[in-house]
């Protein structure tokens, strides 16, 4: 395969993690021009490419060597990893959105009383490895069909008894008359990438791009808080602040014993958290994004 300097990165072409790992990469600093078959993205400003796909298909194209990184489901990572036996991918870095879970869901009204309930019945899925896996652990014989798509009508249909799916609010499972049971993993957004790192220009790119990633993912709902006060309120205001965090206290010039506090809140602050931090004596308070930070 012939030597690359830019990195290349999977990313899923349309779906529910579309949009968030775009927002990701701009807040990043990133920016593409897309090739018109919709399938490249050509960074503009960085050494950085996008190939977008299919998820299921990232691991392979990192394994391959296609891509050097991937955004893609933990759920899609522990499956590729599941139907090779071993994998030289890992997850960088975690990156707090798409969170889901693999789960069991029966009929509402079938009887459950934990795994050992599926012995014997067929189960439906796309995520046939892991929930195989999953099955032995917890010694059950169950059969398990694999489908490419709308796994939760299985049961209506009469090909399933039951089904391993993927869960965000409930609702389609609702929908369908059906209901979660046992939870088979956990899921979230991860950026994925080969256990050895490249050692050459990509490497670079992609220490960069880690310490970006942190930057944004840190701060992310976050919100700096402006304020003024005399020196005497300091405790009381920091009392009140949400999230207990550790704030800055600046003497301000010509005004002895007058400060400014400021202070990255994770926490909500909403209107009766101000006004609790007012009556502590704060004044002339200031709310505001935050972006990215740099440790």
Known sequence: MMA???????????????????????RCGLRFRRSRDGLFCYGEGEPVDLLLVRDDDIPGLIGQGVCDLGIVGRNVLEEYAAGVGATALRSLRD?????????????READYGGPG??????????????????????????????????????????????????????????????????????????????????????????????RRVDGVTRVRGSRLLLLQAARDCVD???????????????????????????ALCADELGWRQL??????GARELFVLPVERALA
């Open 236 to 262: 009381a205001i920091i009392a009140a602040l949400p999230g207990a965090p550790s704030p800055t206290v600046l003497q301000m010039d010509g005004r002895p014993g007058e400060v400014m506090v400021q």
């Open 4 to 26: 690359r300097e830019r990195l290349r990165i999977a990313v899923q072409k349309s779906g529910r993690l579309s949009e968030s790992c775009f927002d990701l990469l701009e």
């Open 117 to 210: 309930s599926l012995a014997g019945l067929r189960i439906a899925t796309s995520y046939p490895n892991l929930l195989r896996d999953w099955l032995r652990r917890q010694s059950v014989a169950a059969a398990v069909v694999t489908l490419a798509g709308s796994v939760e009508i299985a049961p209506r249909l009469g090909t399933a008894d039951a089904i391993c799916d993927l869960v965000q609010s409930g609702a389609t499972l609702l929908a369908n008359q059906l209901r979660e049971v046992d939870c088979v993993l956990d899921s979230e957004a991860a950026l994925v990438g080969p256990v050895s790192l490249p050692v050459d220009e990509r490497g670079d790119a992609i220490e960069w791009l880690l």
């Open 95 to 107: 990156l707090g959105f798409g969170r889901c879970r693999l789960a069991i869901a029966i009929p």
């Open 275 to 280: 006004e609790a931090i007012q009556r502590a």
